[in-house]
T-cell receptor, first 111, second 111 residues
């Protein structure tokens, strides 16, 4: 089945940019997603990108997609302490159905 | 609009007991999912419904797990009998178009 890999931890200082990376294996994936999970909560949809796009910007969030390398990244500009959470990359596969998730990246923002 | 609702939020049971979780998706969302999230991992799909029909239950341990979606709205997920390895967060999600929204989850502890 589809495999999604993420680095487990990232620490940044408040005000810096954060870049969270993800690789996936399904070359026919149509949509790729980024979700945020805070302690004790469900997954919050942050943004997603269609596979024929290279980049998508949404306020402080920038998603970059390299379809050739099957690499997705999420850049958070001006990272705040409230951005501390686990970030999940989700692969929507070739049909609009289930999502395949990595193990998540724990982002810690230091004041 | 109201988000995906789940109850209970927490449940502690002993192994071999049974337990049921309830989900109310966002109004009008035809597609509903149940995911299992084990500590330190990303969510993994258990079952997907389209209206009141099952689309994908290939990862559901059918000897002990069952799920239904009466009238294509609310859904229940049941485990009987529970095992220690069922300790996890059970997340319900519903989808509109390309966007999948998650509920807060039910944290199950099996002792």
């Amino acid at each position: 089945g589809e495999d999604v890999e993420q680095s487990l931890f990232l620490s940044v200082r408040e005000g810096d940019s954060s870049v969270i990376n993800c690789t996936y294996t399904d070359s026919s994936s149509t949509y790729l997603y980024w979700y945020k999970q805070e302690p004790g909560a469900g997954l919050q949809l942050l943004t997603y990108i269609f596979s024929n796009m290279d980049m998508k910007q949404d306020q402080r969030l920038t998603v970059l997609l390299n379809k050739k390398d099957k690499h997705l990244s999420l850049r958070i500009a001006d990272t705040q302490t409230g951005d501390s959470a686990i970030y999940f990359c989700g692969d929507g596969g070739s049909t609009l159905g289930r999502l395949y998730f990595g193990r998540g990246t724990q982002l810690t923002v230091w004041p | 609009e109201a988000g995906v609702a789940q109850s209970p939020r927490y449940k502690i049971i002993e192994k071999r007991q049974s337990v049921a979780f309830w989900c109310n998706p966002i109004s009008g969302h035809a597609t509903l999912y149940w995911y299992q999230q084990i500590l330190g991992q990303g969510p993994k799909l258990l079952i997907q419904f389209q209206n009141n029909g099952v689309v994908d239950d290939s990862q559901l341990p059918k000897d002990r797990f069952s799920a239904e979606r009466l009238k294509g709205v609310d859904s229940t997920l049941k485990i009987q009998p529970a095992k220690l390895e069922d300790s996890a967060v059970y997340l319900c999600a519903s989808r509109r178009g390309n966007e999948q929204y998650f509920g807060p989850g039910t944290r199950l502890t099996v002792t």
